[in-house]
């Protein structure tokens, strides 16, 4: 038996070619429709989100399907930077998994609430921090396959720890600061693995190495 390395690496997944049955073969690939939105019907209201069963319309095969719709207000995640360059973590207990999370802070933007606004308050609330000015770096749609809501992504800088937590009723957090470097290598060797919370980070990551003079990681 072979102890290389290459015997235990995947094989790479080879997807088949697709094949259209209403097309010639050689005839190029039309791009995908926009479907006709049309009504909807509530299916469930919770306290963090509603599911709605919505009827859409493809425009050319007239095909009538209803998809679900989940309704999440818009969400904020906050990269918040120490002026000693080290980047403001929060773990706490996550329900979906049954354990403890590291993540970036963040939360729900409240109705009529700038991004950035969201972002400084969230920062505040949850980890105590205060920082000189935030700015936007990225709007994303967190599941777009069935949520209609998007998280911003906000860099604070110079961030100081000068507030006192207001922590909803549940809340218990840990805050943790982390040089950037090494909350990247967090990011890749599986000690963070909240998905929006990658995204922030590697969003952010640019900015800081530009900040910090062209820094690797």
Do not use: K
Not at 81 to 96: A, S, Y
Not at 192 to 207: D, V
């Amino acid at each position: 038996m072979s102890t290389g390395a290459a015997s235990i690496l995947p094989r790479p997944i080879v997807n088949p070619p697709f094949h259209d049955s209403h097309r010639p073969a050689g005839a190029p690939a039309p791009a995908p429709a926009h479907w006709r939105r049309g009504p909807e019907r509530r299916l469930a209201a919770t306290r963090v989100f509603d599911v709605h069963g919505v009827q859409f319309t493809h425009p050319v095969r007239g095909t009538e399907r209803e998809f679900i719709v989940v309704h999440v207000r818009d969400w904020v995640n906050i990269v918040a930077l120490t002026p000693e360059g080290e980047v403001v973590l929060v773990r706490q207990f996550r329900f979906g998994i049954e354990t403890l999370s590291l993540e970036v802070p963040g939360g729900v933007i409240e109705a009529g609430e700038d991004p950035v606004a969201a972002g400084l308050r969230e920062l505040r609330e949850e980890t105590g921090y205060v920082g000189e000015r935030g700015r936007l770096i990225a709007s994303i749609h967190p599941n777009p396959a069935i949520q209609d809501n998007r998280c911003h992504m906000v860099l604070v800088e110079n961030v100081r720890r000068v507030a006192p937590t207001e922590w909803d009723a549940d809340e218990e957090i840990e805050v943790v600061t982390l040089p950037f470097a090494e909350a990247l290598a967090r990011t890749r060797d599986g000690g963070i693995t909240h998905a929006l919370a990658l995204n922030a980070l590697h969003l952010a990551a640019p900015l800081w190495r530009g900040r910090d003079g062209g820094a690797t990681a």
